[in-house]
């Protein structure tokens, strides 16, 4: 009897040995149960016990890689047996009653043969078959000859596999930057190992190195714990299981543990590339007659190009030159090509250690990489595999793999600086000095390495390296500047009113009123922002940054840029609707902007009306990401940045409609979002919130602001305006940006008598804040609008 129960806690060698011998039992049973059929006048007896008869296990049974809750798949395989179907049924059953996922085949050799010449998954399956009870020939047989098909076919069948393995990445992405990957179908996966195993079936390919190897066993043992820690069968490593998982397998916490997986998945996906070109070479049908030689180009110094890749000339000499790798990186790059794996090899045994500070032809050869765009992103990913990377900046171990919690992140650290540096080579000639951009943004992030803030960290970080790197004094101040605040135009666009003369101000003294530093601020901040995501750079951001930037511009002097149209303005909208309530007339209008639209919302002031606004919004699906408010002889304008949750745009005449009744009393606000409200999945482990004030670059008529940083949920932006206003203070602006599943909503307030929030107050506010991020508060009390 199979003690399922203890299955899952067994190790992988041990689950493999005790299903064996339960399936050996069952299929003796099988055979001993079952009758033989009369034989047939003039023909052979018939063959009895496991004569003729196999099974076989293929798929991880057959690796002897079964997880915990993994399917069994197994093939029965026969010659010569009619009472084959009387065995499977009862080999079959006995496995589904003991409750085990079971999937099977009866098969000839012929049969097994046919499938696997026409089928690529079903092939790769079958060079995994091994002998679990039976005809140990008759096994054999079927290994070789499914063996012989899949090197016959292997033209055929290896695209098969390619254009899977392509789904499977457009699919599922990278296992290597996933903050929840999928352990075995992401691109550099399980699956990944078992067809670099079948291109060298294939003989195409060699077999799989030992990094390779220990990186596939290193992801096996993560998906056992995974699957016993979780109780489930799934390859899918997600947040709440990643602690445990950690722990069972020695590691400090779950970012070591997806540093460890990143680490695996980019070693195995790095190898599966390049075994892909060589088996795609290896397939292309060649004329017959002689072989022409390979043309040898020289590209660079000791580089020259061979075929489709980069190889070192004959008189090049690896361990005398330091400058060597650069200089065939560079070569590589800028012609769009790799370095050939032995390259690599060479390179990195032989070569020695750069002089400090670098040659200038070492620090010239590396701008040339990053200048080369999207072929400097492969280029880099070679020099770290082979850590000829970390040789030159030792300090990018820090930040290798490194996972980055947010949700607005598509890769590691490491990968983002590339993917940075990438974006920005399509910007250098927006600058002056386009050396200073690349390795800036190469480095923004270097000081998520290092515990602390990263942009303050970082700054010593960079400054360090670009000394190594052989820049001046002068040169390397500017990138240490890049790095300390290549946030603050985002930030100061997003969440601080670029009309305060204050806040220009306060970004001109900050860097120095050095336009050069500006220009390279704003390029840097273009660059960190596509490397990203498109939610972290949108037009809306874009629009911000540049509005901030030529007003900082104006203020420091030096080369005019022209800004663009202001963010917030009333003007003459696309669409207009206009209702009579019993409190007076509600105009709407709606004009289409970048990356969203624009909803004027005219009525008259009364104590509210901003959340009033809000509410409204929050109930036709619109996200808004900045809002102002003005009063003039009684009459309220709302200047709202909308952008439609799920892609409808606005409809003036429902946001008229709801206007009105919303301030004549008939449409219950409050009750309304509460609903909408339950329909959103609330974390009950979400951190609690963040509330925090700034005064120091405040004019006018608002005498703070407050920031709040939440988990974004319907409505938070009506009840947190409402709660403001709950406490006596208006609301003249806000400044509103999602990331991810957390709001970040900054509010210019101002006491209507004109006098300063006091302390007392700022708790109260405080508290109804907080209050208002769970879901309760005051709503809509108070006034709320400049007077």
């Not at 947040?239 to 695996?264: H, N, P, T």
């Not at 949700?407 to 590339?418: G, I, Q, S, Y």
């Not at 892609?647 to 008229?656: D, F, K, T």
């Amino acid at each position: 009897m199979l003690d399922t129960e203890a299955l899952p806690r067994m190790s992988r060698a041990e689950r493999v040995a005790t299903l064996d011998a339960w399936l050996a039992g069952l299929l003796a049973e099988a055979v001993g149960g079952t009758p033989p059929p009369k034989p047939r006048r003039g023909s052979p007896p018939p063959r009895t016990g496991t004569d003729g008869l196999a099974l076989v296990a293929v798929g991880s049974l057959g690796r002897r890689e079964l997880p915990p809750y993994g399917d069994l798949d197994l093939v029965l395989v026969h010659e010569g047996r009619p009472e084959i179907a009387a065995i499977a049924d009862a080999l079959w059953y006995p496995v589904w009653d003991a409750g085990q996922r079971l999937d099977h085949s009866v098969r000839s050799v012929a049969e097994a043969v046919t499938v696997a010449s026409t089928d690529a998954k079903a092939g790769l399956g079958l060079l995994d078959a091994r002998l679990v009870a039976g005809d140990a020939e008759l096994a054999a047989r079927l290994r070789t000859a499914t063996l012989a098909s899949w090197r016959q076919h292997a033209s055929r069948l290896l695209p098969q596999l390619r254009d899977l393995r392509q789904e499977r990445a457009s699919r599922l992405g990278e296992l290597a930057f996933l903050l929840e990957p999928d352990l075995k179908e992401a691109y550099g996966g399980l699956r990944e190992g078992q067809v670099l195993r079948a291109a060298a079936a294939a003989q195409v390919a060699d077999e799989p190195s030992a990094e390779a190897e220990q990186a596939y066993a290193f992801l096996l043992d993560v998906r056992d714990e995974l699957r016993a820690r979780s109780g489930r069968a799934g390859d899918v490593l997600v947040r709440q299981e990643q602690r445990a998982v950690a722990d069972a397998l020695g590691l400090a916490d779950e970012d070591v543990l997806l540093r460890e997986v990143s680490l695996a998945g980019r070693r195995l996906a790095f190898i599966a590339d390049e075994t892909w070109r060589r088996t795609e070479a290896a397939l292309v049908r060649r004329p017959r007659g002689r072989y022409r030689r390979v043309r040898r180009e020289p590209l660079a110094e000791g580089v020259v190009r061979q075929g489709d890749e980069v190889v070192l000339a004959r008189d090049a000499r690896p361990a005398a030159d330091p400058g060597l790798v650069l200089r065939a990186a560079a070569a590589a790059a800028r012609a769009d090509l790799l370095l050939s794996p032995y390259t690599l090899k060479v390179l990195a045994v032989h070569s020695p250690p750069l002089p400090e500070p670098w040659p200038p032809e070492a620090r010239w050869s590396f701008l040339r990489i990053l200048a080369s765009g999207r072929s400097a992103v492969r280029v880099l990913e070679q020099l770290d595999q082979e850590g000829l990377l970390s040789r030159m900046l030792p300090e990018w171990d820090r930040v290798r793999s490194l996972p980055q919690r947010h949700p607005w992140h598509r890769f590691t650290v490491d990968r983002h600086l590339v993917e940075a540096a990438a974006a920005a080579s399509e910007l250098t000639r927006d600058v002056d000095r386009p050396d200073l951009l690349l390795v800036g943004s190469l480095l923004h992030d270097i000081g998520k390495g290092y515990p602390g803030d990263h942009s303050v960290v970082g700054e010593p970080v960079a400054a360090e390296i670009a000394t190594r790197m052989g820049f001046s004094p002068p040169d390397v101040a500017v990138l240490g500047t890049l790095v300390r605040h290549h946030l603050l135009l985002p930030a100061t666009a997003t969440r601080r009113d670029i009309d305060d003369p204050a806040t220009i101000e306060r970004v001109a003294d900050t860097i120095g009123r050095d336009a050069s530093v500006l220009q390279l601020l704003h390029a840097v901040a273009q660059a960190d922002g596509a490397a990203t995501s498109a939610s972290a750079w949108s037009p809306w951001k874009a629009h911000l940054v540049a509005a901030l930037v030529a007003r900082v511009q104006g203020e420091i002097g030096g080369t005019v840029v022209e800004e663009p149209e202001p963010v917030l303005h009333p003007t003459e909208p696309q669409f207009t609707a206009q209702v009579a309530g019993a409190s007076g007339a509600v105009t709407v209008g709606i004009e289409d902007v970048a990356d969203g639209q624009q909803v004027t919302i005219g009525a008259p002031d009364r104590p509210g009306l901003l959340s009033t606004c809000a509410g409204v919004l929050a109930l036709n699906q619109l996200d808004v990401r900045a809002a102002n408010m003005t009063v003039v002889d009684g009459y309220g304008t709302g200047v709202f940045a909308v952008r439609p949750r799920f892609g409808r745009a606005p409809v003036p005449e429902i946001l008229a409609d709801g206007m009105r009744a919303a301030l004549d009393g008939t449409l219950p606000l409050a009750e309304r979002l509460r609903q909408r409200e339950a329909d959103y999945r609330q974390d009950g482990r979400a951190a609690p919130p963040r509330i925090s004030w700034h005064n120091a670059e405040v004019s006018g008529l608002a005498t703070g602001i407050v920031e709040v940083r939440a988990g974004d949920r319907a409505g938070l932006l009506y009840r947190l305006t409402a709660a403001i206003a709950g406490e006596g203070l208006d609301v003249t602006g806000a400044r509103i940006e999602t990331l991810g599943g957390d709001a970040v909503d900054c509010f210019y307030v101002c006491n209507p008598s004109g006098s300063p929030v006091d302390p007392v107050q700022r708790e109260r506010v405080d508290s109804a804040l907080a209050a208002a991020t769970r879901g309760g508060g005051a709503v809509a009390v108070g006034a709320d609008t400049a007077s």
